[in-house]
């Protein structure tokens, strides 16, 4: 934990020294089930810094956010539609909500923090088009929100996108509705895990376990399917279940 905490530090040196309730937040992530070698902690340190409001960690937010521009219009989104996006982007990141906190202290540290701003701008104008009745091409959707950009990762993708589907479809199907329940309010209603214990009436560690819980049979679910329907070695079967641990949210939002 120290090493981790270290690097944090050294990453962002105009941001206050790791404290007590950093190392908290970061305990609760692996506390989740998290290893904190696969966690982004100098990500989560800023994010962290952010939705406490430090005008240092808030300004790199937004130089993160800014680069989007691009990558939103390729969803087909008119210009209107991407600035609005865009402009108000920060305050839902940043501002404090009535019953939860800032909205970036969502972020879980899995995937960079670039990448999860992505997805939280592709959703906003996935959403946006939708009310109006517009839809965005499913594939274009997914190449866009993919929580990290691998060429491996990439092939795969466009190579077993009907079979992901069809999988993800099924394996959802197969839980039981508390099970798919707190995947759609974790995963894609956005609630942390401290909101669902007060949700449920749960202490923060059942919850944690609850969805951890959900989330492996879910991924076990997947792997039955692809192994029933694809006739695949096992790295590539490795590279697979790797992508849909990445792309669990954006598979989610489809079917809940």
Excluded at 85 to 99: F, G, H, K, T
Excluded at 206 to 230: M, Q, Y
């Amino acid at each position: 934990m120290k090493d981790a905490l270290d690097r944090a530090a050294a990453r962002w040196p105009d941001l206050p020294l790791p404290d007590a309730a950093f190392e908290a937040a970061l305990s609760a992530r692996i506390l989740e089930g998290e290893g904190l070698d696969s966690l982004h902690v100098e990500d989560l340190f800023l994010a962290h810094h952010a939705g406490r409001g430090n005008a240092a960690a808030v300004a790199v937010v937004m130089k993160l956010v800014d680069p989007l521009r691009v990558e939103l219009r390729r969803t087909g989104a008119d210009e209107q539609l991407v600035r609005d996006v865009l402009a108000e982007l920060p305050a839902e990141l940043i501002a404090p909500r009535a019953d939860a906190p800032p909205r970036i202290l969502g972020y879980t540290g899995k995937g960079p923090l670039g990448g999860w701003l992505r997805v939280v701008a592709v959703r906003a104008v996935v959403e946006r088009r939708r009310r109006a009745s517009e839809r965005p091409t499913e594939a274009l959707v997914v190449e866009q929100v993919a929580a990290e950009h691998d060429p491996e990762l990439d092939l795969l993708r466009h190579r077993y996108t009907r079979e992901l589907q069809a999988g993800f479809a099924e394996a959802f199907a197969a839980l039981t509705p508390d099970q798919r329940l707190l995947l759609r309010q974790h995963h894609v209603d956005g609630l942390s895990i401290d909101r669902l214990a007060a949700l449920h009436g749960v202490h923060r560690a059942t919850a944690a376990r609850r969805v951890a819980a959900a989330r492996e049979a879910l991924f076990e679910g997947v792997r039955a399917a692809l192994v029933k329907e694809l006739g695949i070695g096992n790295e590539t079967f490795d590279s697979i279940v790797r992508l849909v641990r990445s792309e669990v949210s954006i598979h989610l939002s489809r079917y809940v």
